[in-house]
């Protein structure tokens, strides 16, 4: 078997630097079977909603209000992710 093709998704707010996973990708020691492996990485941008105002935005972090109602009970719904999407095996 050889593995062909790593597919993972990352978030913004992951707290995993996308340049320190590809040099450590690139550089790890890698089996037969991992040798010409592909890493994708599909970056995912955050999300929130606001729980007060139901307003929705982006290019948020933990501590940013919401733009509309500058209540900071917000609710982030995408840019946490860190998980493997796919692999493409022979």
């Known amino acids: ?4 093709e790593i597919e993972m998704d990352v978030g913004e707010l992951s707290g995993v630097e996308y340049d ?3 040099f450590a990708f690139e550089n790890a020691p890698k089996s037969e079977i991992l040798k ?9 941008p ?10 929705e935005f982006e290019e948020c ?8 109602c500058n209540s900071f009970d917000i609710n982030i719904e995408q840019g946490k992710e860190f998980k ?4 493409k095996i022979d």
Request: positive net charge; charged residues 20%; hydrophobic residues 40%.
């Open 46 to 55: 955050v999300k929130a909603v606001c729980n007060s105002c139901k307003h």
């Open 20 to 22: 320190a996973l590809i």
């Open 36 to 44: 010409n492996v592909k890493l994708i990485i599909n970056k995912i």
């Open 84 to 87: 493997i999407k796919s692999i």
């Open 1 to 4: 078997k050889i593995v062909h």
């Open 61 to 68: 972090d933990y501590y940013t209000p919401c733009p509309k």
